[in-house]
């Protein structure tokens, strides 16, 4: 039997930021192909460098970004690389540019060599899909942080990448609409790493989890992500919980 390589492969990574003595990311060994895996860590332990190493936006120090067995060298393997891989950046502004909501979700499909009608279909289904319908024409720079969100997706979506690397996703949203990206994210095909700091979210949507700790990347194990119920004495009561 012949095994592929994994889809994305992270061999010995090491990054320092810039100005910074001791390296941020060091020796991160990963691989992922089907998988659907939560990352979380304190904030500034490097997840979204991560990510960004993954991409191709930052370099690192030391180490190399492998797609399906194939090691990266330079920005032409990288952007084959960002065809297969949909980033969800953490801030959304940063990922809108378009005057109007279908200028920027059907942006990939025309770059990918879609027409401008199978663009128009691709990003009108995308938008209904995530509970966006009628959205088209709305002004982006204009959309509430949630709504930005979802459009930002839309974004990615609309390209049908393999993987997804979500950054924060349910930021800004409402408890409704977390429930909607939740029920949205199940039903995918696509794997995804999912940045967040939102666990029950995560134990929604993930297997595994994975967090940043010394500057390693550590699988979680001893705490497997799972929802429960939980039992106490005085359970069958009706009761309140402290804090
Ligand atoms: N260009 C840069 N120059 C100097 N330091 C940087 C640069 N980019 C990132 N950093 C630093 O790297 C660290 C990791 O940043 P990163 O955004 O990856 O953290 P994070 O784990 O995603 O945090 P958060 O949960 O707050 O989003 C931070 O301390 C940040 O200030
Ligand atoms: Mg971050």
Redesign the pocket.
Known sequence: MITLPPLIELRNITYS????TSP?LKEINFSSSKERIGLI??????????F?IIMGLLTPDKGEVLLQGRIMKDEKDFRLLRRKLGFLF?NSDDQLFSPTVLEDVAFGPLNLGSSPEEAREISVRTLEGLGLKGFEERITHRLSGGEKKLVALATILSMQPDLLLL??PSNNLDPETRERLIGILKDLDQAHII?S?DLDFLASTCSHLYT?EDQKLIRCKAKQIHSHDHIHPYGDHPHQHGT
């Open positions: 930021c810039p100005g910074r941020l860590g304190p904030n500034g332990c490097g997840k979204t460098t991560l960004q953490q950054d924060e940045i700091h940043i």
